[in-house]
């Protein structure tokens, strides 16, 4: 396969803690991975030669909570919560319906526009959930239209009580039949444990047979309200709690304690879905300082997030959570590197460090810059990742290389 080269990069954000950010670098890429980076006056020759003309380089964004795989459309209810009404989850039955009634075909197009739109925007990895069939094979249909797209796959068949069911029963219908058929197809198991959702002995049920089953864990907590979500996260081991929008100071301390001596449960932000849900902005400032680690997302989904863009997620945790550019970019790259457990090399037939399936072949890391990571980046049309939160909303996007292949 032939060496690509891209030179004459005005600051290269590399996430690794040797190189750091640079100036005046150069990057090689070959068989899908990055090969070399140093100085660009030290670079090797390589068959192709790109310059970035003084442009800024840095890791593809890592989205690691999405919603993609839906029918149907909600610009009403979003009308009508502009208009004042409260997000209720209530809502995600609508989209359910709209799913169940889509075709295959309807939709595999619908996620690739939206994979596509992704990837436009600098996202050059991806987790997507199931959670809008809420039937066994309704959710084993998302699965696997997800898997054929998706860097990363989670099982959220706990997403809501569809119609019709008792709680509990449906619970067992979840951690019995529906989990058995999803478990060879997804890397983890996820619940929303929310009040019109499901309980805290609900989600521990979920999170512990996913658990068994050999799955990592995720958990959708305290985003309407203070609640049990992210306490059991912490206690479960799960990999990531996401939207963690109401935290009381012992929850801040507990996310950051998880990561003394060892891997701990990443908090993800969710900056956009904070807004489209007129919810306070989760305190990804005070997570940051107490030591957590912190994930920037998108979360689209069409209820509470319909956008795919990290850039919009990045200046929004810069401008309004008090995030530095250099901490939003880390959060929004390796962040979501290590909620995914792929900030480290998979070796073929063992499992991400969080869990989740075990790797057919071996899988270089995500959200780095460096030698043997997986060649995904972004060469921005500005001489700096400052840019980004300087001049929201300008699509500053000006080439994608994914896998090493020039994708945008
Ligand atoms: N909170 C639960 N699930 C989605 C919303 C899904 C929907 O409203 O369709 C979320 O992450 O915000
Ligand atoms: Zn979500």
Redesign the pocket.
Known sequence: MAATLITGIGELTTNDDGLGRMRDAALVMEAGVIAWVGEASAAPAADERVDAAGRAVLPGWVDSHT?LVFAGDRTAEFEARMAGEAYA?G??GV?VAATRAATDEALAEGLDRLADELLRSGTTAFETKTGYGLTVADELRSARIAAARADAVTFLGA?LVPEGWDADAYVELVVGEMLAALAPHVDAIDV?CERGAFDEAQSRRVLEAGRAAGLALRV?GN?LGPGPGVRLAVELGAASVD?VAFLDDDEVRMLAGTWQGGRGTVATVLPA?DLSTRMPLAPARRLLDAGAVVAIAT?C?????YTTSMAFCVATAVLQMGLTVEEAVRAATLGGAIALGRDEPVPAGSRPPIGGQPAASALPDLGRIRPGARADLQVLDAPSITHLAYRPGVPLVHAVWRRGARAV
Not at 301 to 305: A, I, V
Request: contains cysteine; proline residues 6%; glycine residues 12%.
């Open positions: 919603h989850a809502g995600i989209t997403h929303f959708h985003q939207h879905c979360n989904n069409p209820g509470t997030s």
